[in-house]
């Protein structure tokens, strides 16, 4: 049964087959110190590492060079570009 989340709790919880835990705390023994702190620290690192490589677009040589020149010469709009222009609410000065 799904549980409804609290946006004011700090604590999360998880389940985990009995070898996954085992080898976590055999990891936390090793580097010295609690099961909270090494998984944290790892789960942080892989979100910002997930983060960084959705947020930075990596193009091809040839790519950028498309890009480039799109900017310097844009084609044309066409009758949709043009039509959701006009749609737009008018701004006032």
Do not use: C
Request: a positive charge; glycine letters at 0%.
């Amino acid at each position: 049964m799904p549980r409804v989340a609290v946006e004011n709790n700090s604590r999360m919880s998880l389940r985990i087959r009995a070898e996954e835990k085992a080898l976590l705390l055999r990891a936390v023994a090793l580097k010295h110190t609690d099961l909270t702190d090494f998984v944290l620290r790892h789960a942080l690192r892989a979100a910002r590492d997930v983060i960084e490589e959705a947020d930075h677009l990596q193009l091809s040589e040839r790519d950028s060079l498309r890009v480039l020149e799109l900017l310097e010469n844009p084609p044309s709009p066409n009758a949709r570009l043009v039509a959701a222009a006009r749609a737009l609410p008018k701004r006032r000065p």
